[in-house]
Nanobody, 125 residues
Framework: QVQLVESGGGLVQAGGSLRLSCAAS?????????MGWFRQAPGKERELVAA???????YYADSLKGRFIISRDNAKNSAYLQMSSLKVEDTAVYYC??????????????????WGQGTQVTVSS
């Protein structure tokens, strides 16, 4: 049974930083999976923040390039999202997700099979 557990969310002032972590368990080989970070604000659809292939190649939503960095440690079955220069509009529940690697990196929610429970990130002004 695959499980994803996020951690690292919280309350931060605008301009601050947070680092989210996602630990996966129950997988035969973590490196065979793309890992994505999504977020969902109240009343809005879930959107991709960043994704990373099993070999470490990242993909970022255009609007977030330069502020967020995604990484992974296949030896630890973990992925991370370093968020900097946070803005009030970054406030959302952040989810990590896992999907088997394919020809191209997965960037939509429906392409991911497994999801964490989410962690709240609140950015105050």
């Amino acid at each position: 049974q695959v499980q994803l557990v996020e951690s690292g969310g919280g309350l931060v002032q605008a301009g601050g930083s947070l680092r989210l972590s996602c630990a996966a368990s129950g997988l035969f080989r973590f490196s065979n999976y793309d890992m994505g970070w999504f977020r969902q604000a109240p009343g809005k659809e879930r959107e991709l923040v960043a994704a990373i292939r099993g070999n470490g190649v990242p993909y970022y939503a255009d609007s977030l390039k330069g502020r967020f960095i995604i990484s992974r440690d296949n030896a630890k079955n973990s992925a991370y999202l370093q968020m900097s220069s946070l803005k009030v509009e970054d406030t959302a529940v952040y989810y990590c997700a896992l999907g088997p690697s394919g020809v191209r990196i997965r960037i939509t929610p429906k392409e991911y099979n497994y999801w964490g429970q989410g962690t709240q990130v609140t950015v105050s002004s």
